[in-house]
T-cell receptor
């Protein structure tokens, strides 16, 4: 079974600075998706960024980028120019692309990010 | 589109009572998921449906939990009888098809069992 590990329960960053959230995963699959979801206090789950495992290029969405290291099974999220609205729980998630389990997401335990004004 | 709709948003009930959570997926989405979020266990998948058929219910904690999807636009998650340890936020999510990548989450139902 796939597992996703987020080793940082909490992180903080100064407004306008850069922060990196870590995620590692365990899988024997070669093709899969990886995601970062944001959950603000409203508890709505919001997709921040995704990465297809077959793509070597790291995904980028505005101030959010990832560092995807497939061999190391590492998938970190970098938030540049942090804003107060970035304060939230961030979840790393994995989705295989094969078999009956190819629909579901496996989540890490999350990292609570605080942004200091 | 209104997105995934869940009701109620909050539910407070007494131990032993039956609880029914409801979900309306995004129109045209073929897969529906029920997740539970707790501090201890994080976000975990309970069950998912594809084309209204349950595909994997291995995450359903016990027989007290049951889920149905009678049609493409409606699903329920029922807990009978409820227990305090069932207190959690329950999310419903939908996916257009297996080749799509984004699951769209509803706002969740916060369940408190006293």
């Amino acid at each position: 079974a796939q597992t996703v590990t987020q080793s940082q329960p909490e992180m903080s960053v100064q407004e306008a600075e850069t922060v990196t959230l870590s995620c590692t995963y365990d899988t024997s699959e070669s093709d899969y998706y990886l995601f970062w979801y944001k959950q603000p206090p409203s508890r709505q789950m919001i997709l921040v960024i995704r990465q297809e495992a077959y793509k070597q290029q790291n995904a980028t969405e505005n101030r959010f980028s990832v560092n995807f290291q497939k061999a190391a099974k590492s998938f970190s999220l970098k938030i540049s120019d942090s804003q107060l609205g970035d304060a939230a729980m961030y979840f790393c998630a994995y989705r295989t692309l094969t078999g009956a389990g190819s629909y579901q997401l496996t989540f890490g335990k999350g990292t609570k990010l605080s942004v200091i004004p | 589109d209104a997105g995934v709709i869940q009701s109620p948003r909050h539910e407070v009930t007494e131990m032993g009572q039956e609880v029914t959570l409801r979900c309306k997926p995004i129109s045209g989405h073929n897969s529906l998921f029920w997740y539970r979020q707790t501090m201890m266990r994080g976000l975990e998948l309970l069950i998912y449906f594809n084309n209204n058929v349950p595909i994997d219910d291995s995450g359903m904690p016990e027989d007290r939990f049951s889920a149905k999807m009678p049609n493409a636009s409606f699903s329920t998650l029922k807990i009978q009888p409820s227990e305090p340890r069932d207190s959690a936020v329950y999310f419903c999510a939908s996916l257009r098809d297996r080749h799509d990548y984004e699951q769209y989450f509803g706002p969740g139902t916060r369940l408190t069992v006293t």
